[in-house]
């Protein structure tokens, strides 16, 4: 189940069997249940609509709820959950895209915030910067790793808490934290 199809059963689109069935996979999920509860309020407030949850909400909502059942399936607090992409947002009437298309992520990671910036260094490649925002002000070294489906790079976050990747090719990557060898949290992205 996807936050669209939770779209649709509130506004009336689902009937008969199909509605059925979502609400009794609804009713047997108790997070999936309270997220239910929270934008069926939202929509019989009018906060939220049809016409106001549009692609780059939608797009948002659903990868933050895959990020969430990902890390409870896999029981982990560790796995980073998505809750910002700046290249889903619309250009303001009037403005021209940038020939440069950089895009900023952020992410929270069991209580911990990390924000990437990806820049394009060639059609085929780019540069990834990122800071943690830890939770409690740890002052312990911190190594990152960064893997592709081929190569595997590693940084280690500086006394501002800042790191960076040069020439990381496009494509799906995983970028993990590890504190005294011990892993921190990851998060998987698609540059």
Do not use: H, W
Request: charged share 30%.
């Amino acid at each position: 189940m996807n936050i669209d199809e939770i779209q649709k059963l509130i506004s009336g689109k689902f009937r008969g069997k199909k509605k059925r069935e979502l609400e009794k996979i609804i009713e047997a999920d108790t997070e999936l249940k309270e997220l239910y509860i929270v934008l069926k309020k939202l929509f019989e407030s009018s906060l939220l609509s049809d016409k106001k949850l549009t692609g780059a909400t939608r797009e948002l909502s659903g990868k933050i709820y895959s990020d969430f059942q990902k890390a409870i399936k896999l029981k982990s607090k560790k796995i980073g959950v998505q809750i910002f992409d700046s290249s889903l947002l619309p250009l303001p009437e009037g403005i021209r895209p940038a020939a440069v298309d950089t895009k900023t992520l952020r992410y929270l990671i069991d209580g911990s915030s990390l924000e990437l910036t990806v820049y394009p260094i060639t059609t085929d490649s780019v540069e990834i910067i990122g800071v943690v925002n830890f939770e409690n002000d740890l002052q312990t070294e911190v190594q990152v790793v960064l893997k592709t489906q081929k190569e595997k790079f590693i940084s280690e976050l500086d006394q501002f808490s800042l790191f960076r990747f040069e020439r990381i090719p496009v494509g799906k990557c995983r970028i993990s934290f590890y504190m005294k060898k011990k892993l921190f949290g990851a998060v998987e992205i698609e540059i």
